[in-house]
């Protein structure tokens, strides 16, 4: 793959996030996609293939009245695209781990991705 798809992908999967599409969000990702969210260190969600994804997509949809995911920068390291992450969310409804309603996010981090077949194939969010 060039360097030019691999961002499109990337920059699709982004912005189908961005407008809580998650169909148009699957579009793109491997069959067996796997995929890891790693918080302070602490995997605290992951997935293996598509249908497992999409499940925890639809359901992290109603945590958030607002959600955005802005590429701050973007670089290719070998095999896997390193694209770090302004998050800017607003808390749809009080959270077990504390979060309020109304709740103003502002995070930074980094996702990193892997591609197979021409499509992403392992994303990992870290923050």
Excluded: C, W
């Excluded at 579009?27 to 969600?45: C, M, R, T, W």
């Excluded at 095999?79 to 709740?103: C, E, S, W, Y």
């Amino acid at each position: 793959m060039t360097p030019t798809e691999i961002r499109a992908l990337v920059d699709h999967y982004i912005d189908a996030y961005n407008r809580k599409n998650v169909d148009d969000m699957l579009d793109g990702l491997h069959p067996q996609v796997e995929f890891k969210n790693i918080s302070a260190g602490v995997v605290n969600a992951s997935t293996n293939g598509i249908a497992e994804l999409k499940a925890l997509a639809l359901q992290s949809l109603s945590l958030f009245s607002e959600r955005h995911q802005t590429i701050e920068s973007f670089e290719i390291q070998g095999p896997v695209a390193v694209a770090a992450i302004a998050f800017r969310a607003v808390v749809a409804t009080d959270l077990p781990n504390g979060l309020k309603k109304g709740q103003v996010l502002n995070l930074s981090g980094r996702s990193d991705f892997e591609f197979q077949d021409g499509a992403i194939s392992k994303i990992t969010d870290i923050s």
